[in-house]
């Protein structure tokens, strides 16, 4: 179900366009575990976040990497605050979700659907399955918003997500949202500093 708003002709609109588009129409029953989708997590997958769920219709529940293989990290901006963000995703109405939101003036992570669990953020079924996403609170056009915090934190996560998985250190394998396949988004944005964020995931 590729919601018709991912398909906008502006990709510097409003968070609730920005992070829509990635949910699908029919799920395939292989991808279907056996406990209910809404099962509140007994435990974060990182000890770094602190759990804040997406509505259960916001993503597909699913048993990674068992179901399907985890390749990709895919680096978003939000466009919207960090609270703004949480309430979108909690919101049953809006059909988006990710992994991971980073805050922006301490690195502080909500982890909103398990890692086993596929969210709806890349606008491209195929990359949903084999990813993990992870939102970072700001705005594309307002570098000011990518701290120094937000960078370490997210990298440190970024570094213990490859690691877990088995997914190269490097841009083939982190990239951002611009780079989905049939994405007309632009996140992370040319503020965006690939360089250092590489450097601290590789030493983290």
């Not at 780079?179 to 965006?192: F, I, L, Q």
């Amino acid at each position: 179900m590729n919601d018709p708003e991912s398909r906008r002709a502006r990709p510097l609109t409003s968070r609730r366009g920005l992070l829509k588009g990635a949910a699908l129409a029919v799920v395939p029953y292989a991808l279907l575990p056996s406990t209910p989708a809404n099962a509140r997590p007994r435990a974060v997958d990182h000890r770094s976040a602190d759990w804040m769920g997406a509505d259960p219709v916001n993503y597909t529940a699913a048993d990674r990497p068992l179901s399907c293989p985890v390749n990709f990290v895919v680096i978003h901006v939000t466009q919207a605050t960090y609270t703004n963000t949480l309430g979108i995703f909690t919101n049953p109405q809006e059909k988006v979700s990710a992994h991971y939101v980073v805050r922006s003036a301490d690195g502080h992570i909500a982890q909103c659907v398990r890692e086993h669990d596929i969210a709806w953020h890349a606008g491209n079924w195929d990359y949903n399955t084999r990813s993990i996403g992870i939102e970072h609170e700001g705005w594309v056009e307002h570098p000011g918003y990518f701290t120094h915090a937000l960078y370490e934190r997210s990298a440190k996560l970024t570094a213990a997500i490859c690691t877990k998985y088995g997914i190269p250190k490097d841009r083939a394998h982190i990239i951002g949202h611009y780079e989905v396949p049939g994405t007309d988004h632009t996140d992370p944005g040319p503020n965006w500093d690939w360089t250092r964020y590489i450097r601290l995931v590789k030493a983290a």
